[in-house]
């Protein structure tokens, strides 16, 4: 089994988290499986990021996590390529301030 480095296939999406969730955004790839994406938190500040087949339920998973939640943290300067659902909704929240949030669909880690 060999390892390839990250394929962008599709448009790269960004959006500015903060105390409230900011409309969500899709990144549409080229599969009907599981889709890799690359995500960057470029800002200062932990994110909450919330994703899900549909934008309302992307919006639902975006919630602070106190003791337990569906939103996944991203820490500042985070650079992580995450494997989930095809054509995937996306949006964040944070507990304080706010952060761009880039999301590049492909292939590989």
Do not use: C
């Not at 089994?1 to 990144?27: E, K, R």
């Not at 932990?46 to 003791?67: D, I, M």
């Amino acid at each position: 089994m060999s390892i390839h480095a990250f394929v962008p296939q599709g448009n790269t999406v960004t959006f500015l988290a903060a105390t409230a969730a900011p409309a969500a955004v899709q990144a549409p790839g080229t599969g009907t499986s599981a889709q890799r994406y690359r995500v960057i938190n470029a800002g200062v500040n932990l994110v909450f990021l919330g994703f899900g087949p549909t934008a309302a339920e992307a919006t639902a998973a975006a919630t602070v996590v106190s003791t337990s939640g569906k939103a996944l943290p991203l820490l500042p300067g985070t650079d992580e390529i995450l494997t989930i659902l095809p054509n995937a909704w996306f949006t964040g929240i944070t507990s304080t301030g706010n952060a761009q949030i880039y999301i590049t669909p492909g292939v590989g880690v």
